[in-house]
């Protein structure tokens, strides 16, 4: 019973988002946990800093960070 009260409690809470003009969407991101992510971000790391247009990459960065 506990299990039908819990999903109409979250089902009315998605329809009140959704009344109020939000819709749901699934995102999928990098798995951090696994042994083999810090590795790819050091070698995409570097790859992007001795990359030929790194400084202009970094003043992009630098720009929108700015406005945040």
């Known amino acids: 019973m ?3 009260s819990t999903s109409g409690k979250a089902r ?12 749901p969407i699934q995102i999928w991101v990098p798995d951090t946990r ?7 971000a050091r070698l995409q790391s570097r790859a992007v800093a001795t990359s030929a247009h790194a400084a202009e990459d970094q003043a992009f960065i630098d720009a929108i960070a700015e406005g945040a």
Request: proline share 5%; aromatic share 4%; net charge positive.
């Open 2 to 4: 506990t299990t039908r």
């Open 12 to 23: 009315r809470h998605r329809q009140k988002l959704r009344d109020s003009g939000l819709r």
């Open 34 to 40: 696994l042994p083999t992510f810090a590795e790819q």
